[in-house]
């Protein structure tokens, strides 16, 4: 596919790691529940109630999310319970996190072909250090996350203080995701153009985008489809 903008902007879940897993998230959660000893099914309700301030940055800490959890369910977990929970928590997050070796490569290709990447992610405090320690975060050239920037998607501050750190305009710029928290329409409204990654919704928790939904733009089902026609054919007589 041809890419006129200089710089691409990417989200995370369900764009260059498969979407957040609803069924898998709930173990990992149910997990950390029977470490601090509460009720699965409440630490869940408690987990998704504090989204919205988990990925603002509110809590600083996994640990300080889940001791609000626990004291709403009247414990009073420990340190050293409140630090195994945070630990199970950050080993999922870390496994679910992996980049197929396809999309590492497509990024690269992004990369050589003169093209500035940023990563743009609505996330709680566990996932920067996951990314910024693994291949996936070295593509990047800037990273924005919302826990530690104060500010989500599709508030125009996420993109445009992302684009600032890269010296872009909006009108030269491209977000890929695949739709959730209205992204697409916020990327739009900051002045990118917006590419709809088509991700496999089955086992989220918002099965239903409204970004999705009313999406007539281009779109895209992988990542590697933007990695066709960058490179240069080999010149006439070259070994």
């Known amino acids: 596919m041809i890419i006129r903008q200089r710089v691409i902007l990417f989200d995370l879940w ?13 173990k990992a959660v149910a997990a950390c529940a029977r470490i601090l000893s ?3 099914e409440r630490t869940l309700a408690g987990w ?3 989204f919205p301030d988990r990925v603002r940055g509110r809590f600083p800490t996994l640990e300080s999310n889940f001791e609000l959890i626990a004291l709403r369910s009247g414990t009073r977990p420990d340190e050293n319970r409140l630090g195994e929970a945070a630990r199970e928590y950050r080993s999922w997050t870390s496994a679910h996190l992996e980049c197929t070796p396809a999309v590492l490569a497509t990024l690269a290709s992004l990369r050589r072909a003169g093209h500035r990447l940023g990563l743009v992610t609505n996330c709680a405090p566990d996932v920067p250090a996951v990314v910024g ?11 924005s996350y919302s826990c530690q920037l104060g500010a989500v ?8 203080s992302t684009l600032d750190r890269l010296d872009a305009r909006p009108d030269e710029a491209l977000f890929v995701g695949d ?19 088509a991700a496999d919704l089955s086992d989220t928790y918002d099965q239903v985008r409204p970004d999705r939904l009313r999406w007539d733009g281009p779109r895209i089902v992988s990542v590697t489809e933007m990695s066709s026609g960058l ?4 010149p006439a007589g070259a070994e």
């Open 14 to 26: 369900g764009t260059l790691v498969p979407a957040f897993p609803r069924s898998e998230h709930q």
């Open 38 to 40: 509460l009720d699965p």
């Open 179 to 197: 739709g959730s928290d209205d992204e697409l329409s916020g990327a739009q409204n900051a002045g990118l153009t917006a590419i709809l990654l």
């Open 133 to 143: 320690s693994s291949p996936l975060g070295a593509q990047f050239d800037a990273c």
């Open 48 to 50: 998704v109630d504090t």
């Open 153 to 160: 998607k599709p508030e125009p501050t996420i993109y445009l």
């Open 231 to 234: 490179e240069d054919p080999t």
